[in-house]
């Protein structure tokens, strides 16, 4: 049994920590709100964006934009891991990090090489601890994503499609459900893929969507001819360019309200869990408080009786 001097010791440890996980508890919480209103502002453009692009390139010759073209074999493989610069926030980051090695796995196994380029010091530190070395990498800016990032890991991208150095990209990131829930999603960012973001991130469709008589076309119609101004290259180009720039900067947008979100689940219950050790500790003080009393008294009136005798 402890002594009294012991679990207050304790008590108060417990309790420092507990002070410090509701302050985290409390910062991430009002960091969610500004990191959702990036997302949801940016929600639209990538929709739009994305849905342009897959219902135009149905109308443009493939040959007019090698981004847009198909490798006839898949022999190597970039993964594109999003991750935070910082940790406690549950398994946040280790779903990520599973998941790419998983897939990586699997492109291997299907005799594809895979390169790997990680967004975030958590990513950094895990593929370096295991003698890979990221392809392209930064970090510390996972909780306020900037634009020159996505365009720089865009351009790296787009180059080396183009040369034939890559023949599939894909990006994996931690989606913002809402304020409390995040999932895991595996986007194919190239070769284009004909999946909104509704479907990829199981969003609920809107009344109104103005693409949906591009994607749902009525082949009873006779369809009408689509002009490329100035040319169909360079209209290509543009929008291969901002789809591209768009995917991987939302990507870091959603991861960054997905972190605040994870940080605000794991403090809270590292505060509540808290807030029950003390509670345990403080029974035990009691209790063990209580003892001493008793054998102190017992001996008072012990030695009362011996004195009498």
Same mark, same amino acid.
């Given at each position: 049994?402890?002594?009294?001097?012991?679990?207050?010791?304790?008590?108060?440890?417990?309790?420092?920590?507990?002070?410090?996980?509701?302050?985290?508890?409390?910062? %991430?919480?009002?960091?969610?709100?500004?990191?959702?209103?990036?997302?949801?502002?940016?929600?639209?453009?990538?929709? %739009?964006?994305?849905?342009?692009?897959?219902?135009?390139?149905?109308?443009?010759?493939?040959?007019?934009?090698?981004?847009?073209?198909?490798?006839?074999?898949?022999?190597?493989?970039?993964?594109?891991?999003?991750?935070?610069?910082?940790?406690?926030?549950?398994?946040?980051?280790?779903?990520?990090?599973?998941?790419?090695?998983?897939?990586?796995?699997?492109?291997?196994?299907?005799?594809?090489?895979?390169?790997?380029?990680?967004?975030?010091?958590?990513?950094?530190?895990?593929?370096?601890?295991?003698?890979?070395?990221?392809?392209?990498?930064?970090?510390?800016?996972?909780?306020?994503?900037?634009?020159?990032?996505?365009?720089?890991?865009?351009?790296?991208?787009?180059?080396?499609?183009?040369?034939?150095?890559?023949?599939?990209?894909?990006?994996?990131?931690?989606?913002?459900?809402? %304020?409390?829930?995040?999932?895991?999603?595996?986007?194919?960012?190239?070769?284009?893929?004909?999946?909104?973001?509704?479907?990829?991130?199981?969003?609920?469709?809107?009344?109104?969507?103005?693409?949906?008589?591009?994607?749902?076309?009525?082949?009873?119609?006779?369809?009408?001819?689509?002009?490329?101004?100035?040319?169909?290259?360079?209209?290509?180009?543009?929008?291969?360019?901002?789809?591209?720039?768009?995917?991987?900067?939302?990507?870091?947008?959603?991861?960054?309200?997905?972190?605040?979100?994870?940080?605000?689940?794991?403090?809270?219950?590292?505060?509540?869990?808290?807030?029950?050790?003390?509670?345990?500790?403080?029974?035990?003080?009691?209790?063990?408080?209580?003892?001493?009393?008793?054998?102190?008294?017992?001996?008072?009136?012990?030695?009362?009786?011996?004195?009498?005798?």
């Amino acid at each position: 049994m402890p002594n009294l001097h012991d679990i207050e010791r304790r008590i108060k440890s417990v309790t420092s920590t507990k002070q410090i996980t509701r302050t985290m508890e409390m910062v %991430a919480a009002a960091k969610i709100r500004r990191a959702s209103e990036r997302v949801d502002n940016a929600l639209p453009w990538a929709v %739009a964006i994305s849905d342009m692009l897959i219902s135009t390139a149905k109308y443009a010759h493939l040959d007019t934009e090698p981004l847009l073209q198909v490798h006839d074999e898949v022999k190597r493989v970039l993964i594109v891991a999003v991750t935070s610069d910082r940790g406690l926030a549950g398994g946040f980051n280790t779903n990520v990090l599973r998941y790419v090695e998983k897939l990586t796995k699997e492109k291997q196994r299907e005799g594809a090489e895979v390169e790997v380029a990680a967004c975030g010091k958590k990513a950094i530190g895990y593929f370096t601890y295991r003698g890979i070395e990221p392809v392209f990498s930064f970090a510390g800016y996972s909780a306020d994503p900037e634009f020159a990032q996505a365009a720089e890991l865009s351009s790296y991208v787009m180059q080396a499609y183009a040369e034939g150095k890559l023949d599939e990209v894909f990006i994996v990131y931690n989606h913002a459900k809402n %304020a409390a829930e995040q999932s895991l999603v595996e986007q194919q960012v190239l070769p284009v893929k004909e999946e909104s973001y509704a479907d990829l991130l199981g969003l609920k469709a809107k009344e109104e969507d103005v693409f949906k008589s591009f994607r749902e076309r009525d082949d009873s119609a006779i369809p009408g001819d689509i002009d490329f101004e100035p040319s169909t290259e360079s209209v290509m180009s543009y929008m291969m360019n901002a789809y591209l720039n768009n995917a991987f900067y939302y990507a870091m947008l959603d991861s960054a309200a997905g972190e605040q979100g994870a940080r605000r689940n794991a403090m809270k219950s590292a505060t509540d869990n808290a807030n029950e050790m003390v509670s345990t500790l403080e029974r035990v003080y009691n209790t063990v408080r209580q003892g001493a009393i008793t054998t102190e008294i017992t001996e008072i009136v012990g030695g009362a009786a011996a004195l009498e005798d």
